[in-house]
């Protein structure tokens, strides 16, 4: 138990590593989109990827050692929780991994809020597209006016945008 306990240690590690890396991509993510900097949203995109892809693979490991921990104990994987497996473990290895377990636990929670943010921020700036669009349409749409015959007729369309920024 002790070796396969450090191996998810270390994965723990190597988890919180690319989620800080993941932090900062995701801030600079925001920074884009505070910017409207297309390019670098996108890039953040690609890169938010890469990390997510990377993440997945230790994910996946850690779900095999943990499953492996639960046979030896003889409890389903589902009930080994972090918690649960430092206080079953030695003194020196339980203290570290619940360090290590608070700390991937806390990035978890920071990825967590800063994407929320970072959906704000982009729901945000889609609804002031939206408003742009709307004003530009209405100002193409031909004004429809009421004449004494009850005929309606379209007016000519009025109203010039004089400025290339929105």
Do not use: W
């Not at 919180?16 to 900062?24: A, K």
């Amino acid at each position: 138990m002790n070796s396969t306990l450090d191996q998810l240690i270390g994965l723990l590690r190597q988890e919180s590593r690319l989620y800080r890396s993941l932090l900062v991509v995701i801030d600079q993510e925001k920074e884009a989109a505070v910017r409207s900097d297309v390019n670098a949203l996108n890039q953040a995109g690609v890169d938010k990827e890469n990390y997510l892809a990377e993440i997945k693979i230790k994910e996946k490991g850690r779900r095999q050692l943990v499953a492996h921990l639960a046979a030896e104990q003889g409890v389903a994987a589902a009930d080994l929780t972090l918690s649960r497996l430092s206080d079953g473990a030695d003194n020196p290895q339980a203290a570290i991994l619940r360090r290590v377990s608070r700390e991937f636990l806390s990035l978890l929670r920071q990825v967590q809020a800063a994407n929320r943010r970072n959906r704000q921020i982009v729901e945000h700036s889609l609804a002031l597209l939206r408003g742009s669009f709307n004003l530009l349409n209405e100002l193409m749409t031909p004004n429809m006016v009421y004449y004494r015959s009850g005929n309606i007729q379209s007016a000519k369309s009025t109203g010039k945008c004089v400025s290339s920024e929105v």
